[in-house]
């Protein structure tokens, strides 16, 4: 079995080709970090066109790099949600046209069912039923995964997600975005004291699994109107007690943004015991989850929980072509993909996309008792 994935759901253009038996044949990822630095975040039209320019090329090196032509393959796996309907549409395209002209079955992918699964082909004693967090640019998500395609959201963010405010923070504290912001902020919290500035725990009045990180961003930024930090002056260029300062407010700001994660984890864990007692894993992944302290700190809450924590290494954390190539095995396998579509499709053909699609129902929907 050889599948091609392919994923343009944001600002990176990915592909892949991995082997049914878990063998990463060739991996490709083309950042947009330049456009990004340059407008302060993506802008659909601008990355729809720069996904359109590097799409042919991105997946033309993934089949050189595992040494495969079309015809080799047993079908092309694509996201199709959630992200950007313009930028999606670069990748379906692209996908539909190989499997037309070269008659393979096409699988559409959710992208954070692919950032959840591709822990299996890491470690593929990850069974179901597994508690998740999925945390990334855009989503923060709590999930019971019970089987492929089927999860209860446990909790999910209420405004922004994690590492969106990691990139905001990063911006404000002057540091070198020329690639994305939490790498930044978590090596300069290293030279920081966590205990120096008191920012509180967003939600402990409320007992669910959901998130908000608004306010901890807001009150980030306070800190650092107050100590007079300017953005403009980057970190590399500040004072020792400047550089002191932005250090303590990054660590300070980490420590909390992830004891909101530990507080949310541990109550998941407890919500999805009651569920499925033989709950084995926590599984971590998303962009954020590239990130060491998380995953030191999410470890003990696991431990004492008795479970596993589980993240793939940091390339499959962020966006890439092999969580896609390997979600679509997964669902081949079960007999979940398309017939090939025509070879030759008329431009205006509407497309399959789901820019916002949930991973499963709400688990407090339709109970009447807030837990
Ligand atoms: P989504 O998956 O929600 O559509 P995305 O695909 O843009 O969003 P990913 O590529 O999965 O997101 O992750 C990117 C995010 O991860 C960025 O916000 C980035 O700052 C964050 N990130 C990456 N590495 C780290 C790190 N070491 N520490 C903290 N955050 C990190
Ligand atoms: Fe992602």
């Given amino acids: ?48 066109a720069a996904h359109a320019e590097v799409i042919d090329q991105v997946v033309q090196q993934a089949l ?10 047993s079908a092309v796996a694509v996201t199709i949600g959630p992200g950007l309907s313009l930028c999606l549409r670069v990748g379906v395209r692209k996908a539909r046209k190989i499997a037309g002209s070269f008659g393979k079955p096409i699988i559409g992918v959710h992208h954070m069912e692919a950032h959840t699964l591709v822990t299996r082909l890491v470690k593929p004693d990850v069974e179901f039923p597994f508690v998740a967090l999925l945390i990334s640019g855009g989503h ?28 905001k923070v990063a911006k404000w504290l002057g540091l070198d975005m020329k690639r994305s912001g939490g790498p930044a902020v978590e090596e300069l919290a290293r030279e920081g004291d966590p205990q120096s500035v008191k920012f509180s725990t967003p939600m402990k009045q409320h007992k669910d699994c959901n998130f908000s990180f608004a306010g901890l961003k807001t009150q980030v930024r306070l800190a650092i109107e107050k100590r007079k930090i300017k953005a403009d002056v980057p ?73 596993q924590l589980v ?52 688990y407090l929907k339709g109970r009447s008792e807030a837990r």
């Fill in 235 to 307: 970190v590399s260029l500040a004072t020792d007690q400047d550089r002191k300062s932005r250090a303590d407010i990054a660590a300070s700001f980490q420590r909390v943004a992830v004891l909101h994660l530990e507080e949310r984890c541990q109550r998941a864990i407890e919500w999805s015991m009651e569920m499925e007692p033989s709950i084995k894993h926590l599984v971590v992944s998303g962009g954020v989850a590239s990130n060491q302290y998380v995953r030191t700190q999410l470890d003990q809450v696991v431990s004492r929980k008795n479970l």
């Fill in 140 to 167: 923060n998500l709590l999930v019971l995964a019970q089987d492929l395609g089927q999860y209860v959201q446990l909790g999910t963010t209420i405004d922004d997600a994690i590492g969106e405010a990691y990139d």
């Fill in 64 to 73: 050189d790099d595992a040494n495969l032509t079309e015809k080799d393959l």
């Fill in 311 to 362: 993240c793939p290494p940091p390339h499959l954390c962020t966006d890439n072509g092999i969580m896609v190539a390997w979600t679509g095995i997964e669902h081949f396998r079960v007999g979940r993909s398309e017939p090939p579509p025509p070879a030759c499709e008329p431009e205006d053909v509407v497309y399959d996309l789901r820019p916002r699609w949930p991973l499963g129902e709400e």
């Fill in 1 to 48: 079995l050889l599948v091609l994935g392919i994923e343009t759901s944001c600002d990176d253009t990915a592909a892949a080709v991995v082997k049914g038996n878990g063998n990463i044949l060739s991996h490709v990822v083309s950042s947009q970090a330049d456009l990004l630095v340059k407008y302060g975040g993506v802008a659909p039209k601008m990355a729809e």
